[in-house]
């Protein structure tokens, strides 16, 4: 079985750094790109063509919602999960522009 390809986007290298450990430890999943900003998820996300991007809605540049929007318009098939610390509007915002879900940074 082909691992799930991952992407993640979010502008703390700590999270990315513990966040890929621990989808690395598992053979069904391979992160294959590591984006900072906005704007790097949506480049990385068209190179890349990852099955799942973790995105960040707060980062530097295009935030997240605004790069889910666009992903999901060119990159459909890619499944978008909002990883955030706001359970507020913000989260319903990111799931019309596109995202699957949405993680809590807390959880």
Not at 5 to 12: E, G, K, N, V, Y
């Given at each position: 079985?082909?691992?799930?390809?991952?992407?993640?986007?979010?502008?703390?290298?700590?999270?990315?750094?513990?966040?890929?450990?621990?989808?690395?430890?598992?053979?069904?999943?391979?992160?294959?790109?590591?984006?900072?900003?906005?704007?790097?998820?949506?480049v990385?996300?068209?190179?890349?063509?990852?099955?799942?991007?973790?995105?960040?809605?707060?980062?530097?540049?295009?935030?997240?919602?605004?790069?889910?929007?666009?992903?999901?318009?060119?990159?459909?098939?890619?499944?978008?999960?909002?990883?955030?610390?706001?359970?507020?509007?913000?989260?319903?915002?990111?799931?019309r522009?596109?995202?699957?879900?949405?993680?809590?940074?807390?959880?």
């Amino acid at each position: 079985m082909k691992p799930i390809r991952i992407l993640i986007a979010d502008d703390h290298p700590v999270f990315r750094f513990g966040m890929r450990a621990l989808l690395n430890s598992d053979s069904e999943m391979m992160v294959v790109g590591e984006a900072k900003t906005g704007e790097e998820a949506i480049v990385m996300a068209e190179t890349l063509k990852p099955d799942v991007i973790l995105m960040d809605i707060n980062m530097p540049g295009i935030h997240g919602i605004e790069a889910t929007r666009q992903i999901a318009a060119r990159s459909p098939s890619i499944s978008i999960l909002m990883v955030t610390m706001m359970e507020d509007d913000t989260v319903l915002a990111a799931l019309r522009a596109g995202a699957r879900g949405y993680l809590l940074k807390g959880a």
